[in-house]
């Protein structure tokens, strides 16, 4: 398992700990992306297809494959940035001739064949790992999602961001928070692309109005409405969820988002 590292955030100049994902190769072994610690992180403001993606070669069969780009958010801001990886010619470990392609560099053996000559760069026909030609490789197993990460609550701004993160961890992308400390007698509102949230920071339990609002917002919007409290909900406020398919959170001060209802879980999937 890879070690924590000290990544400080360009906004605040935090530190915050960060573990470098591991995943499975299709071989087996797991492999990790190569964090480049030299460079600086940087702040994600607008997502694109190339920011998500980072191509990773695995260290003991040599195969390229896309996984997730290494990100964190910031526990104290709630700032994303995107943590710099080393170039793919920088990470492998079998260099073939220069300017060979990576497979002619993957240490891949046919089993049954004598050597070189019979092997599957020897002209036989066969694929790289010793699979007939017409027979394509396994599919890679599904990734499974990391556990969420809480971060402790201690104020208002820290339940935002703490929300902001698990919106995050569900799939949304390009969660916004508001400029300026969040009032503590105030909800604030979350946005992403197809998403309307709203957290409640404060210490009585959120109503009627205050589910209805959100579903206003969502409509508006031609959004997914969610919402996030931290001392729960009153009845007529989680009947009337319910109802309307608002999916509803209570957060403790450990930072743990909970489902209340029926679309929570249904928002959250069967992978949490």
Known sequence: MAEAVPVRCPAC????????????CACGSPVHPPLDLAAPPVPLTHRTWSDTWVTVRCTTCGRESEWPHPELGCGSCGTVVLIPVHPLEATGTSAGPAGGSPATARPYRDSTGPGPA???????????????AHIPPPPAPPVPRPAFRPVTIRTARDAVATAALYLRWLGFRD?????????PAATVDLRAPGLVAQVDPTTAPAGLR????VWLNGLTASATSVYFALAGYTEDARARADDLGIPLFVMDLTGMPQPVNDPADALVGPDA
């Open 210 to 213: 205050a589910v209805e609002c």
């Open 13 to 24: 100049l935090r530190e915050n700990g960060y573990t470098a994902p591991v995943f499975p």
């Open 118 to 132: 019979g092997g599957p760069t020897g002209g036989s026909g066969g694929a790289t790992d010793g699979r007939p």
């Open 175 to 183: 969660v916004r928070q508001p400029d300026g400390r969040p009032i």
